[in-house]
């Protein structure tokens, strides 16, 4: 019993002071995604354009949490979540987006983007179900997804001249 309780609050409190998640879901690679702690679980938005993607997660499917330190960016505790998402208009989904609408950065919409989650995205609730994984011996390190993200020219020639005055003139 004292160990549930332990591990409930080092998943309660690691997850809400990270602002960023690892989640797993099934069949699909850990994502990185930003979050909200509400009402006991980790609260995400996604699926929707300009919107971070939820590959994997469905409603009632399990799911692994992986929580990082916001210092330093290391694993603190990894855990399972059952998958709940909300529907649209309920009560609890416009309470959880009022609390993800004070966390989401750069809306391309402003005050609009509530009505366009309504339209076009999920809001899915991660609840922890009380297990916690043993952290791993080795690193878990992946390869980066692909990306359409380029670079689309090549630095500019004077960029470096530019770089070192900029130091000389500083020492």
């Known amino acids: 019993m004292t160990r549930a309780l332990l591990d409930r609050a080092l998943i309660e409190e690691a997850t809400k002071k990270s602002g960023l998640v690892w989640v797993r879901g099934p ?20 699926d929707g354009p300009g919107e971070q993607p939820l590959p994997g997660l469905a409603d009632g499917v399990s799911a692994e949490v992986t929580v990082r330190s916001k210092d330093k960016g290391g694993r603190l505790v990894s855990w399972t979540a059952r998958v709940v998402e909300l529907p649209s208009g309920s009560e609890r989904w416009t309470a959880t987006v009022a609390e993800l609408k004070g966390k989401r950065l750069n809306a391309p919409d402003g005050e609009a983007m509530t009505g366009r989650w309504a339209r076009e995205c999920r809001v899915l609730r ?27 020219h090549p630095v500019p020639a004077g960029l470096p001249r530019l770089l070192f005055k900029k130091r000389k003139r500083r020492g």
């Open 126 to 152: 991660l609840e922890p179900t009380g297990t916690t994984a043993p952290l791993p011996d080795g690193s878990l390190a992946e390869a980066p997804l692909p990306t359409p993200a380029t670079t689309r």
């Open 27 to 46: 069949g699909a690679a850990a994502r990185a995604l930003w979050h909200v702690w509400h009402e006991g679980a980790a609260c995400v938005i996604g």
